[in-house]
């Protein structure tokens, strides 16, 4: 089993349109959570940590559900600049980050 | 402020050539060092990390080796590339738990 599953989409959504993203983890002890984001042929910026409450960025929101075992992203009113492949983090222990294969959004005008 | 330096951007090597991709960290002491590759419409695949100089983790077994000779500076190295490590090559850094930053890149092409 993937130490991280998430679903590669592609998601094509217009602008201002709300699109979410899920993935799943498989270790429950799972300590760090995190949300990347990563423009073609370069390199993953990371876009917001995940907090066990829940977080928010102006349009962007990540939540954690630990009894399920999945983080989430959503994305409010989408612009064109959202367009690229987001990727999910799980880090189970000290230097081990486990990453999604990610999931590709295109914002279309 | 901290900055990552990865280079070269882009490298074409003929299979059976020799490998040495370089990554410095400034602005910071003993970091985590860690190299990824990422496989045209894959996902990143951690090959080494370091905790500390001349301490290297693989995390898979390959053609590949890593060093860290010194605090700040990691190294990627392969005596003799093959077809399937084409691929594009991310150094990063982090400290204890936190998020990981990450170096432009390397993309590497092997013919």
């Known amino acids: 089993r993937k130490e991280v599953e998430q679903d590669p989409g592609p998601f094509n959504v217009p602008e201002g349109a709300t699109v979410a993203f899920n993935c799943t983890y498989s270790?429950?002890?799972?300590?760090?959570f995190f949300w990347y984001r990563q423009d073609c042929r370069k390199e993953p910026k990371l876009l917001m940590s995940?907090?066990?409450s829940g977080n928010e960025d102006g349009r962007f929101t990540a939540q954690l559900n630990r009894a399920s075992q999945y983080i989430s992203l959503l994305i409010r009113d989408s612009k064109l600049s959202d367009s690229a492949t987001y990727l999910c983090?799980?880090?189970?222990?000290?230097?081990?980050?486990?990453f999604g294969t990610g999931t590709s959004l295109t914002v279309i005008p | 402020s901290q900055t990552i330096h990865q280079w070269p951007a882009t490298l074409v090597q003929p299979v059976g050539s020799p490998l040495s991709l370089e990554c410095t960290v400034e602005?910071?002491?003993?970091?985590?060092l860690y190299w990824y590759r990422q496989a045209a419409g894959r996902g990143l695949q951690l090959l080494f990390y370091s905790v500390g100089i001349g301490q290297i983790s693989s995390e898979v077994p390959q053609n590949l080796s890593a060093s860290r000779p010194q605090d700040r500076q990691f190294i990627l190295s392969s005596k003799k590339l093959l077809l399937s490590d084409s691929g594009f090559y991310l150094c990063?850094?982090?400290?204890?738990?936190?998020?990981?930053?990450f170096g432009s890149g390397t993309q590497l092409s092997v013919l």
């Open positions: 990063a850094w982090n400290r204890g738990y936190e998020k990981l930053f």
């Open positions: 995940v907090y066990s």
């Open positions: 270790n429950s002890a799972s300590q760090s």
């Open positions: 983090v799980v880090n189970p222990t000290g230097n081990q980050f486990y």
């Open positions: 602005g910071t002491s003993n970091p985590n």
